[in-house]
């Protein structure tokens, strides 16, 4: 394999497999078995099609890239210094996966500007790229004029055989398939190898032919790690498919050039040692030490920063006469690229009175998204196949299909873990999009994966969960959030809400829609509640408050969420008229009370106010933090039953009698 | 469609349909739709080809039926009704869907005997299947001879058009098509309708083609409403291919029979309606009124019992002769058909000292997997592409592969979600097996759905969780578990455990492997930890206890989790040294713990000593229960970093010093 001369090309391929090799071996950690091996494809890919400018990663139109096998992140790193950005230097790569690093072990969007998505754990970047060219697709949809391509990219993915056996890919693909998305681009890096060995030993179906059963058009580059024409041959043919997208299957050797390692799960997770990093140099031909990359090579990965900076010239002429052409739709698309919320958008959120009737918080849900698509150009989204019961379709705007991406009502099917990361892709695009994902509360054990993921990457995502309690009823434990709502509290920078009534409903969709760079994830009742005395939405965006107080200190505090609030409420009136001093608390949101100062949140409950009960139909796990040792929680710490709702409720013991028991014992 | 005259067969059918429908009629809630459109393929399944006795569901030798659509149960239940079990009753399908009834709103095995896993969550009925399957595989590789196959049956499944856009169902499916599963037979109900409404929304890919590539057998039952030859000889033609599993796509119209809903979303999840279901009885000709079957209808189908007791009869002399013949291993297999567990098979269980090396509690599990495989004919199990990094390879039983299915480790590829669900399966076919599944602790996110049924459905599966906190370094945030181990606690019915040292470790299989109805999670350490003076077997399988202690009432109490007690250990001996009266507390299980009686508990944790420090890497969410107000909780509550994972250690505070410090300022 030793080449005496060797194209610049060549060399280039190397620069990039020798910065992984030697960063890799630096930190002692890492993947190298994959940058070696996908090299190829990815300088053929940014070098000749992907379209970026290095010195403005956030530029709005550029190409989007995900290393979907995000382990091989040194992959992206390298061409990240080599193509010229300033957010990965070569002190940077030196730095690879240590402390404060701009090279973490995985891509993290949030931590390294221009990486668009954080991946690492498997199949979640494929479907991040699918909901990114969604988004591309809508925006072009909506913006784009005959003359005048506003919106006009591609999204480009690296996924390996991991993402390929993960169930979250086909959710997403097979949704790809169904919608068309004929701009975005799959290279699939088929090295045959994973981390217990061959793919041999679980993986030997047929990837190609279930791509084409979802619809997708499918090539094949059968040596992918030298043939750079038959690489660029099918990228080409991939952006010429307007109708579909399109996987590109390119077989490579993993680790390819080390001598010993090459096509074996040795180099795919650990530094080569020494000894075989030198024998891969002399393999290879490439005798610079590490960190050395020649002139030549350098200064032609750097052309990307002249060809990036003349595209977003060219596009920002565009958009001036985009903006002078079509003023209206350059005022909203402008404001949505600037990810400014409308001027007194929350105007639009509907509030209740006591008089108001009786509803699901998912029917207030429903109302509220519909009352604010209006204002929120960027609101998009939908329901994994439950949007009857989500109560998530946005009247009048129409279904996202294949030929009508314009519209903003989006079907996913039943495919939760492929929503989550759809979503989480739609709002990593940029700020232009705001969209929100629904399902059962049940349910978000399917996306877990994807709810972590926009909660650490910064994806302000609206999460509306509904049937958020054992007072759904008959569908039974397997549909009966229990430890639901204490499982997603725990999850950091994440913020959950489980409104009592309407207007609560209305602050959690005012928190939603402002938080954008945590996500929101409601909890919704099926059951009808009433509209509670005194709340607000601008108290219940602090995430806890005073609902009803007796004169002077109280005596008890009830504290409840969601349902339960107003049987706290009517069991205080029974307290209160026997004489007992009682406050009720909603907290809808621990997340946001306890980000509240301390005088506030002493306000509302008074250290010195120890007699406390809580009342919320979940895991009590957690609680005690609130009543503390002298205090109780009514909640539900075992699995639900089949049953109607109220019954099971009261079997449960959501009941005014429960709660003047408890409160009973406690005051005792 | 009214037939003056109908057949028996049909009769049969109308008799599910209706029992259907009049029970979803008479909750007021449930799913008629799909038994509607199922009942001929499942008459004909259950009516020509499922072998199993009415009148002992638990039969070992019994095709296993899985209703994956497990909403239509239905179905299910009315099958059970007309073909004897005693389970079902008349009664109780007139109790569908009620409090404490026998037919629950999703068929659920530890409620209705016959009912063999847990459905409803979708797609993981046929990845159950798949579990299912390869249990009997594997028991007929180990235990079948050539002239008596005492292990020898089929696994059926009916699925829908939202299992099959479930990732998890694409996960299993490809694994099962890997494995050459010949026995396993899946029937697609492609009624074209979920709830969203047709499937032309989300779903249009080619889903025979899909498993086809997975290398499956895909048949095609063009008219699965009438043509019962076709069903029948699909079946047959699914049961003479024994190198592959088969799908049967079966085109069939939801809601069939119902002139104003059938091939509607509405007869999806509704009832019909009065006027509907007169209407339904007069277009296909079924006079009878609510829950009458006629006598014709109610006999033929009964004639199952006599099937079933013959059945299990000819089984029953096959199995006297087997243990005449085959002596050995007939005491073997009988032990396992028990669940009994080999006397004294926790001798096999390592221990260790403090002199033994310090070592990751995963290679300590590693060791006691390898230890105990030997005398516990049923552990079986594997990781999802993780197992030099799990630990979880067996050595010397080889892999389970097509033609190889006597071996007992499991290859379940990049498959988190499929293997959780594959796990229950293997764990519900019978006491015979003692599954274990492995991945990192943090892709718990990827498959909770199935973890949260393992204890719901009564499945003793072992779930190994390596990787377990921030400690495990480079890989970063993203693999990095920080809410998981406070997030799976609160899962009701699932004890998990996190094992300080060696002893630990072993108590944690001990309670593991006897824990044969609830499924027992470990959490791992990646890094090494010392072996701990004071821990055993004996004490840690309390889930938590005194470690070391001061003469006399301690002043503080350090608790520990993992990978964080040695922490405790050494700030303790510090603070003795300084003359404070600590004790040091390992809390290997809470669920273990609270399970103890009081007065164990108080003398672990007295009432008395107020002053506590519990140490985890991990959310400190719920750890109040056990510090209490005056007590204060060194955890992790945000997401973590990459670097080497010592530094990430340091940097999060888990430190001796951090201890000490934390300590003094409680006591003060």
């Known amino acids: 394999m030793v080449a005496t001369t060797q194209s610049l090309e060549e060399l280039c391929i190397n620069a990039i497999r020798f910065l992984a090799i030697d960063a890799v071996e630096k930190a002692k950690s890492g993947h190298p078995g994959l940058p070696m091996g996908a090299a190829p494809m990815a300088f053929v890919l940014w070098d000749r099609f992907l379209r970026f400018n290095p010195k403005n990663p956030k530029w709005f139109d550029r190409d989007r890239f995900v ?69 591309e697709a809508h925006l072009a949809a909506r913006f784009n004029k005959p003359n005048c391509k506003i919106v006009d990219h591609y999204t480009y993915a690296i996924l390996g055989d991991g993402c390929n056996m993960e169930g979250i890919s086909g959710e997403a693909c097979s949704l790809a398939g169904h919608l068309g998305l004929g ?49 660029e041959q099918a990228i080409a043919t991939a952006k010429a498919e307007n109708d579909k997208p399109t996987l590109i299957k390119v077989t490579t050797t993993i680790g390819y050039g080390s001598p010993n390692k090459a096509n074996s799960h040795d180099v795919h997770g650990a530094a080569l040692g020494a000894d075989e990093v030198q024998a891969t140099r002399e393999n290879l031909g490439w005798s610079h030490p590490p960190f050395e990359i020649p002139e030549d090579v350098l200064s032609h990965f750097r052309e990307a920063v002249d060809r990036g900076a003349s595209a977003e010239t060219e596009w920002s ?49 429903g109302a509220t998204l519909n009352a604010i698509a209006g204002v929120l150009p960027g609101l998009i989204g939908g329901s994994a196949d439950l949007a009857p019961s989500n109560k998530t379709l946005l009247k009048g705007f129409g279904d996202f ?108 969709y005012k928190v939603a829609v402002e938080n954008r760079k945590v996500p929101t994830l409601l909890a919704l009742s099926r059951q009808k509640l009433p509209n509670l005395a005194g709340s607000s939405i601008e108290k219940a965006v602090k995430g806890g408050y005073v609902l009803s107080d007796s004169d002077g200190t109280p005596e ?113």
């Open 401 to 508: 299909q294949k030929g009508q991406y314009e519209n903003r009502n989006l079907r996913f099917g039943v495919r939760e873990h492929g929503m989550g990361a759809i979503c989480n892709g739609i709002a990593l695009h940029g700020p232009e999009l705001i969209p929100y994902g629904a399902t059962f509360l049940v349910f978000t054990d399917y996306m877990r994966g994807a709810i972590r993921l926009s909660a650490l990457s910064h994806a302000g995502v609206i999460w509306v969960m509904t049937h958020d309690s054992v007072g759904l009823g008959e569908d039974g434990p397997t549909h009966q959030p229990v430890e639901h709502v204490a499982s997603l509290r725990v999850i950091p920078q994440l913020t959950v809400m489980r409104p009592a009534d309407g207007n609560e409903t209305s602050a959690a």
């Open 183 to 231: 701009k975005l681009i799959a290279l699939y890096d088929d090295n045959h190898i994973s981390i217990d060995g061959s793919t041999d030993l679980a993986f030997t179906e047929d990837v190609g032919k279930r791509f084409e059963a979802y619809g997708w058009q499918v090539l094949h580059v059968e040596n992918g790690n030298t043939d750079l024409p038959a690489i």
């Open 317 to 365: 002429q565009l958009w001036v006469r985009y903006q002078s052409e079509y003023a209206e739709d350059a005022a909203v698309l402008g404001g949505m690229m600037q990810g400014k919320l409308p001027e007194g958008w929350d105007k639009a959120l509907p509030t209740y009175t006591p008089d108001d009737k009786a509803d699901a918080t998912r029917n207030q849900s």
């Open 556 to 668: 008890l505090i009830l504290i409840g969420t969601g349902s339960e609030v107003s049987l706290c409420v009517e069991a205080a009136e029974q307290l209160r008229a026997s004489g007992i001093q009682v406050r009720v608390v909603s907290l809808p949101s621990w997340e946001l009370f306890d980000a509240q100062d301390e005088a506030y949140r002493e306000s509302v409950l008074p250290k010195a106010v120890t007699k406390r009960v809580a009342v919320e139909a979940g895991s009590s796990f957690g609680w005690y933090r609130y009543v503390g040792a002298e205090g109780a929680v009514i909640g539900v710490d075992e699995f639900g039953a089949s049953a109607p709702g109220d019954l099971v409720m009261e079997k449960y013991g959501f009941t005014v009698e429960r709660v003047l028991k408890t409160a009973k014992a406690v005051l005792s």
């Open 67 to 135: 290393l979907s096998a995000g382990h091989g992140c040194m992959l992206q790193y390298a061409l990240m210094y080599l193509t010229g950005y300033d957010t990965v230097s070569l002190e940077d790569i030196k730095q690879f996966r240590q402390w404060e690093s701009q090279t973490p072990g995985h891509p993290e969007n949030f931590i390294t500007e221009g990486v668009e998505v954080t991946t690492g754990p498997l199949g979640q970047g494929i479907c991040n790229a699918v909901g990114l060219a969604m988004a």
